[in-house]
């Protein structure tokens, strides 16, 4: 008989169980894996294809580390695939390796690439979504509300092709490194995390500031909320607690005024962005059902 864990105890049962199930535990190879999708050592993806007559949506994964660590998924649970859509997750250029823009270009160039792919991994290039968490949510709204990059004219191949996606589903992410307007909307909690400072190369959260004319640019470019238009796709925003403001020590970088920025900017021109605070805001439909929404033909 299956034991639920003591640190699981105040867990729903039903939820325990599911946490238990065969189906929950089974973990799922991509069918292609490591496929290189630009010229540097860490711009690989993997693509778990699902089995279908038709071409399916996509969903592509970008993982978080505040741009500075993480890694892509090398498996993923069986009940990811039972939704009708396949999968991919990436790996991108840190900024250890490179600074930004170089993570959300990388993003961008895998959505490009990922085009070059339709036919033969069946998967349909109108829909394409992408998800993450933290920096994985902040290019994940990068990606959803930039102009196209696709380059018509280029030798690349993969430049020639569409950087645009249909939705974004993003947990806990970043909609503006300008640490002025963090400082006064979320407080100086946020803009210490080197993900505001040490992404753009500078050398503290005090440094960035005092040179803000040297990277006013740079910053602005990175952040989601600089490029909302009213052309742009739905987006569907989490955060897990609405912490007080000013946030002087503590998680700062996850805070929910980084969707409440966004949120308040997607309505003065007109699209869609369902915000989910949890204990506060709540949106009309969960993720998944946002997911079924943006992928339906």
């Not at 995390?193 to 190369?201: A, E, F, R």
């Not at 609405?242 to 002087?248: F, K, M, Q, Y």
């Amino acid at each position: 008989m299956l034991t639920i864990k003591k640190h699981m105890k105040y867990v729903p049962l039903f939820l325990a169980l599911a946490f238990a199930t065969p189906l929950f535990a089974q973990k799922v190879d991509p069918t292609y894996k490591h496929v290189a999708y630009g010229s540097h050592k860490d711009m690989k993806l993997n693509f778990w294809k699902i089995e279908s007559k038709q071409p399916t949506p996509l969903l592509v994964h970008i993982h978080g580390g505040g741009w500075l660590g993480g890694k892509k998924h090398e498996t993923i649970g069986a009940n990811q695939l039972k939704h009708g859509y396949s999968y991919a997750s990436i790996d991108y250029r840190l900024a250890g390796t490179e600074l930004l823009p170089a993570a959300v270009h990388d993003a961008a160039r895998a959505i490009q690439f990922l085009r070059t792919k339709t036919k033969e991994w069946n998967f349909d290039p109108k829909r394409i979504a992408v998800t993450g968490g933290s920096a994985g949510a902040a290019s994940s709204m990068w990606l959803a509300y930039h102009d196209d990059m696709a380059d018509p004219k280029s030798k690349d191949p993969v430049l020639r092709q569409s950087s645009r996606v249909c939705g974004a589903v993003a947990i806990g992410g970043q909609t503006t490194l300008d640490p002025f307007l963090l400082e006064k909307k979320i407080g100086l909690a946020c803009i210490k995390h080197p993900m505001i400072w040490k992404t753009v190369g500078a050398s503290s959260h005090v440094q960035l500031m005092k040179d803000w004319d040297k990277y006013k640019s740079l910053s602005l470019e990175c952040s989601p909320l600089t490029h909302v238009t009213k052309d742009d796709p739905p987006v569907w925003i989490r955060y897990g607690k609405p912490a007080p403001v000013p946030v002087i020590k503590g998680d700062g970088i996850h805070h929910a005024g980084f969707g409440r920025l966004l949120k308040e900017k997607c309505e003065k021109v007109g699209i869609q962005c369902h915000l989910s605070v949890t204990g506060h805001e709540q949106p009309k439909m969960n993720s998944a059902d946002f997911l079924k929404q943006i992928f339906a033909k």
